[in-house]
């Protein structure tokens, strides 16, 4: 007995210095992460902005999905300005009024949701992680216990694929009915930020972190929203032979082709295989005349006034960002299960009738209006406007 109680204890010793040692080296670990962090954010370049005010680069703040910008001459990517000093004063313990942070979450926007709903679905609300805020989670609570609290963002650093659809899943949250009418919305807003080092989600580059509060900010927010009866009293339906004709240039097929090699160490062909794909690519000379239009297509493949496939597309709103649009039901571009070849067939033609829907339009937060019109199209043509190859 006396020789099972020692070896007992002497697993518990041995047990206690390994956890000991983990979490020494954990320590460690994490010092060195702060003194690297530390010396990477005293080496980013002057914004040229640290002299504006707070409610200055509210304004200046950069839409979701153009707070990254391309620099030729650096090589990779940089954060907006605006973002990278907003995100410094949040660094430092700047506090922000309840004006500036409801501004803030507004302009980017953080909250994105529609100011005209309609009756016949559940109201929705999109949440979004800026860069600025680094590593947070904001938490929607609503005053009215008939609707759902909704959150976004993410507290550790994360990437790849499953980030994606972390934020993905953060779209088009489910709030609740609402009835026709006008409807004042409260909700109380807490932001907590996560003390994990910030980095780009691609490894490009490191962005400011934030070692400040755990709670940025509790206060309230108040969405005004007016509830038609119909989607399309909210989202009113437009056509004409002028935005017909601009969704028909913007459609084209290409054929599919697989990369193939050799050998291991030749270069890669690529060669033709029999998959069809549909693209949706608005001409941008002629874009900003219908930027307020959702378009949601539906596709319907017919040859010989047989209809063999219905396929839905969907060109998302400019001001969208990857995330919003990861979950949505409408493809920007697929494969068409029917053969290329056969698509190309110039003795029984096929006929493709492309048509607008109103399905998911109150989703697209950034459109005021959605295609509604029809027309017939030879896929021969839009095979002809393609780039002829899709890897």
Not at 128 to 152: C, F, H, K, M
Not at 246 to 272: C, F, I, Y
């Amino acid at each position: 007995m006396r020789s099972t109680v020692l070896v007992l204890n002497e697993r518990m010793h041995r047990t206690s210095l390994i956890l000991f040692a983990i979490a020494l080296l954990a320590l460690f670990a994490w010092v060195g992460q702060m003194a690297s962090v530390e010396a990477e954010r005293e080496s980013l370049e002057p914004t040229g902005l640290e002299g504006e005010s707070v409610a200055s680069l509210i304004e200046r703040l950069a839409e979701l999905g153009t707070e990254w910008i391309d620099d030729a001459e650096l090589g990779y990517r940089t954060l907006a300005p605006s973002s990278v000093e907003l995100g410094r004063r949040l660094d430092t313990v700047v506090e922000l009024t309840d004006e500036q942070w409801s501004d803030a979450l507004v302009a980017t926007p953080v909250i994105g949701y529609r100011t005209t709903w309609a009756a016949e679905e559940p109201f929705t609300i999109s949440m979004n992680a800026p860069r600025w805020l680094g590593n947070a989670e904001i938490r929607l609570t609503p005053r009215d216990e008939r609707l759902s609290s909704v959150s976004g963002g993410i507290l550790a650093p994360s990437c790849g694929l499953m980030y994606l659809v972390h934020l993905g899943e953060q779209q088009n949250q489910l709030v609740g009915w609402l009835g026709v009418g006008e409807h004042e919305l409260l909700f109380d807003v807490e932001i907590e930020r996560g003390a994990s080092p910030d980095f780009d989600t691609y490894g490009e580059t490191w962005v400011p972190s934030v070692f400040g509060p755990d709670i940025l900010w509790e206060g309230e927010f108040t969405l005004h929203v007016t509830v038609l009866e119909h989607v399309a009293d909210a989202v009113p339906p437009v056509q004409g032979p002028e935005l017909d004709a601009w969704v028909r240039s913007a459609l084209s097929m290409d054929r599919g082709a697989t990369s193939v090699r050799n050998s291991a160490n030749s270069e890669p062909t690529l060669v033709q295989n029999s998959n069809a794909y549909i693209r949706f690519a608005a001409p941008s000379d002629v874009q900003d005349s219908f930027h307020d239009v959702s378009m949601r297509l539906i596709l319907e493949f017919k040859r010989g006034g047989i209809l063999y496939q219905r396929h839905k597309l969907f060109s998302p709103p400019s001001d969208w960002s990857e995330e919003e649009r990861s979950r949505d039901p409408f493809d920007r571009g697929g494969a068409i299960s029917i053969d290329a070849v056969e698509l190309e067939s110039a003795s029984d033609p096929w006929m493709i009738t492309v048509t607008g829907s109103d399905e998911g339009v109150l989703d697209d937060t950034g459109t005021k209006r959605h295609y509604a019109g029809s027309f017939v199209v030879p896929a021969r043509e839009l095979i002809a406007r393609g780039t002829g190859w899709s890897e």
